[in-house]
T-cell receptor, first 114, second 111 residues
Framework: DTEVTQTPKHLVMGMTNKKSLKCEQHMGHRAMYWYKQKAKKPPELMFVYSYEKLSINESVPSRFSPECPNSSLLNLHLHALQPEDSALYLC?????????????FGPGTRLTVT | SQQGEEDPQALSIQEGENATMNCSYK?????LQWYRQNSGRGLVHLILIRSNEREKHSGRLRVTLDTSKKSSSLLITASRAADTASYFCATVNSGYSTLTFGKGTMLLVSP
């Protein structure tokens, strides 16, 4: 199984809502990542989890709250978002958080904030 | 901050032709990776080339790396309509194990 799954595929939320994005992999990978991608732009790293611990936070606003309940799951909790947070949110995983490993990406969640 | 800059931004070719995309970067790297993204979907890893390698092949893909010029190229031979996608180079800096993506090249292969 070389797949990273993400739910939901699409999400529309108001600025006062609380929602969560979910990501799952069963490849035994110990590093997981959240990226944000705006239209016609490259992905930008948000968070890195290594062995279920947050190792990198790229100065992401606190309205985005990541969580890694176990080695297979990664969540991104959303609260009080702004319209400019509308984007494709991509989850990825790799064998470990080392430079020589390729990353496997999920299909993404298309988020629209109204 | 973005590390790689792809060139061209967009490329339109006919099926059967070769497609060449270039990537330049600014700082020293551990390795450079190429990814493909079909419209609005996840990225797929294509190939990784280490800083001590000059050329690598995988099927119809050929990647070169010139660390003295801080540049890489991706050649897709005998393009197919299914190759239509955005292609991103991503660098991994020495001592920092995260990917930094370039702006990408949008490739359109017409039948």
């Amino acid at each position: 199984d070389t797949e990273v799954t993400q739910t939901p595929k699409h999400l529309v939320m108001g600025m006062t809502n609380k929602k969560s994005l979910k990501c799952e992999q069963h490849m035994g990978h110990r590093a997981m990542y959240w990226y944000k991608q705006k239209a016609k732009k490259p992905p930008e790293l948000m968070f890195v989890y290594s062995y279920e611990k947050l190792s990198i936070n790229e100065s992401v606003p606190s309205r985005f709250s990541p969580e890694c309940p176990n080695s297979s799951l990664l969540n991104l909790h959303l609260h009080a978002l702004q319209p400019e947070d509308s984007a494709l949110y991509l989850c990825a995983s790799s064998l470990a958080h080392f430079s020589s490993y390729e990353q496997y990406f999920g299909p993404g969640t298309r988020l629209t904030v109204t | 901050s973005q590390q790689g800059e792809e060139d061209p931004q967009a490329l339109s070719i006919q099926e059967g032709e070769n497609a060449t995309m270039n990537c330049s970067y600014k700082t020293s790297i551990n390795n450079l990776q190429w990814y493909r993204q079909n419209s609005g979907r996840g990225l797929v890893h294509l190939i990784l080339i280490r800083s001590n390698e000059r050329e690598k092949h995988s099927g119809r893909l050929r990647v070169t790396l010139d660390t003295s010029k801080k540049s890489s190229s991706l050649l897709i031979t005998a393009s197919r309509a299914a190759d239509t996608a955005s292609y991103f180079c991503a660098t991994v800096n020495s001592g920092y194990s995260t990917l930094t993506f370039g702006k990408g090249t949008m490739l359109l292969v017409s039948p």
